[in-house]
């Protein structure tokens, strides 16, 4: 039947060989990862540094310092509008209406975000000890500074200080009070600004990392929320206000910092890591995510939405017209602070020669014209009521990776500047013995940087301690207007329903706290919500 | 002697005459009659008679007719050879390949179904999912991307997985890492099989819960060696273009919004439909060659592919060359080497499809509608023309480019051994490599995506390797038919993958080949290793043909889960009945067959899960992810992954119970199928707490059901000599509910920030798959006072005219975000397929329908393309449809300035459709006339698909989805590639 037949020995060789491979090698069905690392990478110094990186890389982001954050104390306050454009966004609508909930983005987000870096910090601090001195500083700084943001925001909550924590357990822990949570802050950074945990600078190609100056300032800053009168934790008011003025006198006395004379160079973002007033920024570098980065978004956050499309914005967090009109035209934070006119190409050589003879379809005169880079139009021009206003400026006109139409720039945000460091003395000395030289001092190092030096600015002599206070706080508003700073100065001034009310706005005093987030509540049957949500 | 014997062999040349009839004595024409090992033969004629020249009585002629049984017979001393061919055995005696072995189509006790090589030849098609799409009840197969190169998506009774893969496991000549069916010329399958419910998925455990396909191709025959060579080119066109605004339309509607616009411009408008410029007529052209035969020891077959689709948008294409070849050895009469080997090239370019990157989408599709009309593709100093909103679609189509080179390789050898009549051993062996190596480039011509150039790189490749035994045995006792199988298989996968970003280029000219000038990039690398081992087992018992019984189990261990947890156990059993094998029976002679089946199993499901994800791992972050510090990334080490032990496999138990009847000799024969299935332990993601070290968690929770009922009906309508129509019909409807979910009974789904206030899908609980979430349309308010007391989103109760009217679900006087609704739904009522074949002389005809019927396609293009506000060209509609302050009433588009980002169900439309498949008229020479000129089987064709299309559906295609495969985003249609219509002129031909 068969044409060929094999001798029995090549059958059996076969036969042979199919064993082999029938009950050859099994395969491993226990396997590691080949592309990351495990738990024992903690045992690595250097890995520990790496991961201390990522309780920086919170901050910038879109959830946090990046534009949820910052919305929830600007657009909450009388420093900015959320003026809706072609969609509306209905968190920051409701930040706009002070009808946010348990549930809005915005004030949502940022819950998230700062245990994520409190999370990083804890982890790091398990396994560091005091011969990794600057991974326990930057890490206790950072871990402050996120707590010192959620207290804030959130009042009490939940005071995770360590990894080691179970999932499950992490359902069912409840929320420590207001106090607790500061005294925590408060200890982390005592332990921090005493010891000599943080260097006074880094090496320049870590610029952007926690230092001394750093610790002082936001020490400064714990204490005199603690002291001020809107902050409801007992305890000796005027001993905050003496911890916040000698720290603050730390940072000014160190000689590290000082006000930049020029305020474009503050707005320039390829500067700000050597700028000699930035004391703590979040960092970008403004490569679009797209080839992978950490963009900056302040410009498309704060930019008219524009409808030439030069100036690609949201227009989200537009600043209030009392604001800007506070301003006198000599006073430098007037061009720096606002946009007064739309640039309709791009000033930057790097664009022009794409954009040149582009043609833009409409614009407010009705005709259609091209335009050329550099052309200005006055804002009042344009035909949409909504943008027919004034924007932030101090994002958007210097951020050299800034392409038009793009979401992306490299701005940094700036978490801590010396001119609050300044502002900070004032208010403290002022509170503790009324309007002193120093106080004065310190007031009139800004206003005379705002008017170029001139002194004939200065504020009057013979201020009581009232209006001085009054004074004091109109310069923090303009000085620091947009920078994450409003809300939590009305609220810890105690001042937020009276000022938001000469503002023709009623808010509830429950809106001086953000809601938990509804979803951590449905996940842990022992959070609390704040009252009045 | 030399003498003698010469002087016998020249007197044993002679003639040898006869007839060839069939059982019925009815002459049969154009037999082949082929002179074994001579090369000589002839045809019959038209009254079944033959004559051949044969050497000697020795001589073996064999007769082979095509649905006969292939005959031989020795001459011996015989001048007349009449010979009766014997109809090849019916449907019911056919053998149907099932997972790990063969069984006779009667004695099948699950839900199989299988597509045969006659209609699988008809294939006009390049992929063969498409060429059996609607064929085979309870299967869908959706062309979700109609471009070059990309495969459908099947899904073989509804959705069993939301994380997970839906596809199910397909599996060539035995072997499970065969590739997907865009592989695989159809011109090399004789048979493909498809297992739908558990008790034959089961026998593939983890990877049988989506169902399983079975492809079977040719092997060599021993005998002649035969050369089979088919040849078809394509022309394509657009279904349908969607009709915009022309130049003067658009700018007089701009100039009425208030936009700026002069009398002057509207009258010097120039008009461009840019659908126009970018798409256009497609062409492909597959040419496939085969050369098999052998010896009764060796059999061979090789076959080779070239395939070339030219597609109809502007510069996408795919091309493919491939050659697959078997040879099979017997060493003695025990044992049988057999090798496969596939190798494969293709390269394709991609078209750009919606990233809802915000306004500046690149999408070809999308920019081809939306951009201006009146402007010219370049302005007067050469630059492309651009608008804030959306890119110039030229330049997208001639511009960018994403070149993608992939190889695709396998060779798969098995050595069987029968050492006694009945017991096979099989050991197999198989590898498959492939590589993929991606090139894209956004040049700085296209100046809304960049100005600078960017390029992104990509190579990967993967190794898999399987390796089975198994053993199988059959065997009888009286009326006792049993069978065994057991078999111990490993699988071993592994690939890495490089890619780089890199933006910042000086000029275009290099493209991708200039990463060193770039000025910024970023890069990646990723490994990875899975294995998998399994057990499995199979018996059959039925007595006399009547009773049967089948149980099997696979016990599969996988390295993804944890200690403790990486095995799971999948049983299946079924049993049926013939009751028309029931003595009590045999008088019921119209009756051939009647049967009755029931099964139950259990599959599993982990295509959810990364190789890794049950470890905890700390990944080093690059893309779009890094640190900075001084304006520069640093890198850091980021915690993505939580240990979780406790993961294990999704598990889908399904019932399934089937009836099949087959009366008057196969004239019309029936399958229904009823099935329940409900999949357990979904892996999910789990949202953690805030307070947790990372965002997510993957955990087995949430249950998905689906329930449905599949009819398939075959008629013989017509049988005589010159003319044969038969019908094949099939209906089938699935019912899916997601049962449960992680930590909501709701989650939206999209990623549609920034496009309209909430994303247009939701998943919930109690709700199927593909739910539509948004306000309900009620309208466009005629004037200011059409709102009576209802307060609405966005829009002032004084200003209300002209706007979107929006149903106050709740009833509380106020539209909110609670008003939102389910408003619509992608999955379909019913579907079902119905093909007519008729054969009159040497012509057939093919009509082959296909239809879906009752479900919704949200047509998100509309979002943009009725966007009144303008910011891109509309549809032409608009001109009349929207309100205005003359025309207050019969407006369903809100007025110009008047359009508000809010998804509802004046979007979601009717998605029903049915469509000509194809319709083929085919011509066969006459094996009379072709055995003349040296051919076996000639066969030219003439083929349309989608000749009709008929829907009401204002979209390209409703067989759309902006979401691929993704399982929870279904039946959007948000910047599809347009689908086309074709028509195909083929010829396949055999010497």
Sequence with gaps: MYLTRFPDSRQAAAIALGAVVAFGACVELDL?????????????????????????????????????????????????????????????????????????SHNVEVYGSAYNSISVCNRVLDVVSEDNPSAVGQALYLRALNYFNLVRMYGGVPLLLTEDVPIEELARVSRASEAEVYAQIVDDLARLTDGALLPERWPESDNGRATRGAAHALRAKVHLTLASPGTDV????????????????????????????????LWTPDQQYSSSEVIFLNGTNGIDVFVGGIPGRYTTNYNPIDRAGWEFGWGNNVPEIRLFESFDDDDQRKDAGFVTYFITGDTLEREAFTRVGRTASYNATGDVRTFFPGDTVPYTHWSEPRIQRPHLGKFRRYGSASTPGSNVDDNNFIIFRYAEVLLMIAEAANELEGPTDEAYEAINAIRRRAYRGSTDYDLETGQSQSSFRQALQDERWKELHQENKRWWDLVRWGIYQERMAEFGRDVPAFRQRFPIPQAQLDQNPNLTQNPGY | MAFGLATFTALAQREVTGTVTDNDGEPLIGVTVLVVGQGGGTATDFDGKYAVTVPDASTVLEFSYVSYATQRQTVGDRSTLDVVLAAEESLLEEIVVVGYGVERKSDLTG???????????????????????????????????????????????????????????????????????????????????????????????????????????????????????????????????????????????????????????????????????VYRRGFEQNYQASYSGGTDAVRYIVSGNYFDDLGVVENSFFERWSLRGRISTDLGDKLTFTNTTYVSANSSNATPRNTLNYLFDPSLSTSALVFFP???????????????????????????????????????????????????????????????????????????????????????????????NIAAYAGSVGRHNFSATAAFSQEKLSGESFGTRASGFATDDLGVFNLAGATQSVSSSNRFTQTLQSLLGRVSYNYANRYYFTASARRDGDSRFAEGNKWGTFPGAAIAWRISEEPWMDGVTWLDNFKLRASYGVTGNAS???????????????????????????????????????????????????????????????????YEKTTEDLLLSVRLPDVAPVNTRRENVGSLSNRGLEIALQTVNFERERFSWTTAFNYSFNRNIVESLADADEIPVGPFAGLMDTPPVLLRVGDPLGSYFGYAYEGIFASDADAGRVSYPLISSSDLAGFVKLRDVNGDNRVTADDRVIIGNAQPDFSFGFINEFRV????????????????????????????????????????????????????????????????????????????????????????????????????????????????????????????????????????????????VGLNADF
């Design chain 1, 234 to 265: 007992p305890g000796d008011k005027q001993g905050h206000y003496r911890v916040a003025l000698e720290q603050a006198r730390l940072v000014r006395d160190a000689g590290t910092y000082s006000l930049e004379p020029d305020l474009d160079r």
């Design chain 2, 111 to 277: 839900a199989v179904a299988s597509v045969g090589t006659q209609a699988i030849q008809q294939i006009s098609v390049a992929n063969v999912a498409e060429g059996i799409k609607g064929r085979i009840p309870g299967v869908e197969i959706a062309t979700t991307d109609p471009s070059p190169g990309a495969s459908p998506n099947i899904r073989i009774r509804g959705h069993n997985t939301i994380n997970g893969s839906n596809q199910p496991l397909i599996v060539i000549d035995g072997y499970t890492r065969a590739g997907d069916l865009q592989a695989i010329n159809p011109r090399d399958i004789k048979s493909i099989e498809v297992l739908k419910d558990a008790s034959a998925t089961a026998i593939y455990g983890a990877r049988g819960s989506n169902g399983v396909i079975l492809i079977t191709t040719f092997s060599g025959q021993s005998g002649e060696p035969r050369l089979s060579v088919s040849v078809a080119v394509k022309a394509r066109e657009p279904l349908r273009q969607l009709e915009l605004l022309d130049g003067p339309q658009w700018l007089a509607l701009r100039q009425e919004a208030g936009f700026g616009v002069s009398d002057e411009d509207i009258a010097n408008a120039e008009t461009r439909d840019w659908q126009d410029l």
């Design chain 2, 841 to 984: 002389g040497d012509f057939d005809l093919n009509i082959y329908l296909q239809g879906v019927i009752g479900h919704e396609v949200y047509n998100l293009t509309r979002y943009y393309t009725e966007n009144t506000n303008l910011r891109g060209n509309v549809l032409a509609t608009v001109a009349d449809d929207r309100w205005t302050a003359e025309n207050p009433s019969d407006a369903s588009l809100p007025g110009l300035n008047k359009w508000l980002p809010l998804a509802h169900s004046g979007n979601v439309e009717d998605g029903s459709y049915v469509k000509f498949r194809d319709i083929q008229l085919g011509y066969a020479l006459p094996r009379a006339f072709g055995s003349r000129l040296g051919i076996d089987f000639a066969r030219a064709f003439v083929s349309v698909q989608n000749a009709i299309v008929i829907t009401d559906y204002t979209g390209y295609d409703p067989e759309v989805n902006f979401g691929g495969s993704s399982t929870s985003l279904q039946g959007l249609d948000l910047g599809a590639y347009p689908s086309n219509r074709s028509i195909t």
């Design chain 2, 374 to 468: 009146q402007l010219p593709v370049r302005d007067e100093i050469g630059n492309f023309t651009s608008t804030e909103t959306s890119t110039n679609p030229v330049a997208i189509a001639t511009e960018r480019q994403d070149l993608n080179q992939q190889t695709f390789n396998y060779t798969y050898s098995e050595l069987e051994f029968r050492p006694l009549p009945g017991l096979s051993l099989r050991s197999t062996f198989g590898i498959t490599k492939r590589t993929s190596a991606d090139r894209e480039y956004w040049p700085q011509t296209i100046t809304n995506v960049t100005n600078e150039g960017i390029a992104v790189v990509r190579d990967g490749n993967t190794t898999e390797w399987s390796q089975e």
């Design chain 2, 608 to 674: 959810a899960l990364g190789p890794y994800e049950s470890q905890l791992r700390y990944i080093v972050d690059g893309e779009n992810a890094a640190t900075i510090f001084n304006g520069q990334a640093q890198p850091s080490l980021r915690l993505t992954n939580l240990a979780n032990p406790n993961l294990r496999w999704e598990r889908s138990p399904q019932t399934n119970l089937g009836l099949d009847v087959s009366v008057f000799r196969d004239r019309l024969s029936l399958s229904v199928d009823v």
């Design chain 1, 32 to 104: 590691e990862p080949e592309d990351s690392y495990g738990q024992n990478v903690l045992d690595n110094a250097a890995a520990t540094n790496l991961i201390l990186n990522n309780a920086y890389r919170e901050l910038p982001l879109y959830e946090y310092y990046g534009r949820d954050f910052v919305y929830c104390s600007d657009i909450t306050s009388d420093d900015a509008e959320y003026i809706p454009g072609e969609s509306t966004f209905s968190a920051r609508q409701e930040l706009e209406d002070f009808s946010w909930t348990p549930f809005s």
